[in-house]
Each structure stands twice: as structure tokens, then as C-alpha cells.
């Protein structure tokens, strides 16, 4: 009797060591499968990015480039530890908007021709747009052309080319995937002149948008730009703080009168790296 409780205890202690192991496996595996889930949970309602890295939208360049200010804001990016993707000339197309949060960016700095547009309907309607580089066809993207995703715009009012621009309903509609908290900021005219770009950037995962709210000079905002980037990832002020560094130091611009404006306005008081949800 006693001799067979003992070779059932023997034959249950081999059994629950098997068991422990295959539990200690088991829970491996569950806390790994749970880690990659709350990962792409984060990453699909837009957390901050694995590996911080900044892009930078140059649709001015090469016509209207500016070497200095390239140099300046990639400089001030890379000390903050951000690897830096540059895109310019025919790089700034359509595609490049659509695959744009696909490239997971903590910051995308934008130079581009912008404005606010008036859609000719029935009722009519004011639209902020970001000009892209790719010529403009009537068969091309021809669905998102019907419902006003992407509109018809002419950078200049002598340029004989007609571009795509991108409305704020391309950027809710067809950008792929969600931006990790991105802070963008637009070196262009008028992106604040209203909201519904910036609010379209927002709702799709931005932390803030930072811009004008009229029209600007080409070498005012250049110039306002590269300090406002200094003053918020080499200093690290808040961007409030570097805002209003960059208003004192430059002033609204001289030929229009436009303002350096954010939205939301609650982004204020965080620094770049509270905005990108990184470790100070």
C-alpha cells in the first residue's frame, strides 16, 4: 500500500514538473502575445513612435531651395535624436500624403505652397490645402478628385502648371494608418487661417499643428521656422515658450501681417518630447 501511494507520487511529481514547464512556456507565450497586442493597439491609436524620426516636406525645393534652413532644422532634429528623411521636388507627390503616417514620423516639418481654397458647390465652401508637386490629371485619383479629397491648384498665379492639393479630407480619408503623436509644423501660408486642415492632422493622431494664419513671406517664414524649431528641440522649451520666442524675435510677417499660431491651443504647455510621448 504504501509502496504504490509512493509510485503514484513519483509518477504525479513527474507530471507536474512536465506541467510547470509547459505553464512556464505557456505564459511566455501568452505575455509576449499580450505585449505585441498592446503594441499595435498603441500604434493603431496613434502612440509614440518606436524609433523617434523626423520628416521633412520640402515642396518648395529645388525651385525656391534654401540650404541654410535645410541644415539648420535637420541639425536641430538629429541633436534631439531623430534620424531625419528628407523629400523634395518630385518626391512631394501624392503618395508621399498617403504613406505618411506609414512612416511612423515624431515630427514632420513641412515647407511647402499652402492656402485656402473656395470650393464651388452648391453651397459654397472654404478649404485648406497643402500643394503637392504632381502635375495635375483628370485621370488620375479620380474618385478622391470627386469628393474633393484632392483639388486642383496652381502654385503661383503665373505658373502654367496645374498640381494636386491635398485637402483635409484626403488626410482623414486616405492616409494610410494613424500618426504616433506627431508634431507637425507647416511652413506655409494660411493653415491656420482655419482649422479643418490642422483638425484633420489631429484626428488622425498629431499632437499639434503649427503654422500661420495668412499668408507669409517665403524668407519670413523660413527664417521663423528654423528658430521656432531650435527654440523647441535644442532648448526644449514648451512650444507656448517657443512660440512666443520666435513672435519676439520675428514678429508677424512684414508684407502680410500673419501670426505663428498652434492647435490645439492646450498643446501650449508641453515640450516636444511630452508631445511626442517620449522620456525627457
Not at 518630385?90 to 514632420?108: K, T
Request: with cysteine; glycine share 8%; net charge negative.
Amino acid at each position: 500500500m504504501d509502496k504504490s501511494v509512493d509510485g503514484q507520487h513519483r509518477r504525479t511529481g513527474t507530471r507536474t514538473r512536465a506541467d510547470s514547464v509547459w505553464t512556464w512556456v505557456v505564459g511566455i507565450l501568452i505575455v509576449g502575445a499580450i505585449v505585441l497586442g498592446f503594441r499595435a493597439i498603441a500604434a493603431e491609436r496613434g502612440g509614440a513612435a518606436a524609433e523617434p524620426r523626423a520628416v521633412v516636406i520640402d515642396q518648395l525645393s529645388p525651385q525656391y531651395s534654401n540650404a541654410a534652413f535645410r541644415s539648420t532644422t535637420t541639425a536641430s532634429f538629429q541633436a534631439f535624436g531623430l534620424t531625419v528623411d528628407v523629400f523634395e521636388g518630385e518626391q512631394v507627390d501624392v503618395g508621399l500624403y498617403r504613406s505618411l503616417a506609414s512612416r511612423q514620423p515624431g515630427v514632420v516639418l513641412i515647407r511647402s505652397h499652402s492656402g485656402i481654397l473656395v470650393l464651388e458647390a452648391e453651397k459654397e465652401e472654404h478649404v485648406t490645402a497643402l500643394f503637392t508637386n504632381e502635375p495635375y490629371s483628370s485621370t488620375s485619383h479620380v474618385s478622391e478628385q470627386l469628393n474633393d479629397r484632392l483639388l486642383i491648384v496652381r502654385p503661383f498665379e503665373d505658373d502654367a502648371e496645374l498640381t494636386f492639393g491635398v485637402s483635409p479630407r484626403f488626410i482623414t480619408g486616405s492616409m494610410n494608418g494613424r500618426l504616433p503623436r506627431s508634431i507637425v509644423i507647416i511652413a506655409g501660408c494660411s493653415c491656420l487661417g482655419r482649422t479643418d486642415l490642422a483638425e484633420a492632422f489631429v484626428s488622425r493622431g498629431a499632437s499639434v499643428v503649427v503654422s500661420w494664419d495668412g499668408s507669409v513671406s517665403l524668407e519670413h517664414v523660413d527664417a521663423a521656422t528654423a528658430f521656432l524649431v531650435d527654440r523647441l528641440f535644442l532648448d526644449r522649451l514648451t512650444l507656448e515658450e517657443s512660440v512666443i520666442a520666435t513672435m519676439l524675435e520675428y514678429g508677424q510677417d512684414p508684407d502680410f501681417g500673419a501670426l505663428m499660431s498652434y492647435f490645439p491651443v492646450a498643446a501650449g504647455r508641453y515640450t516636444a518630447s511630452e508631445l511626442m510621448g517620449l522620456p525627457d
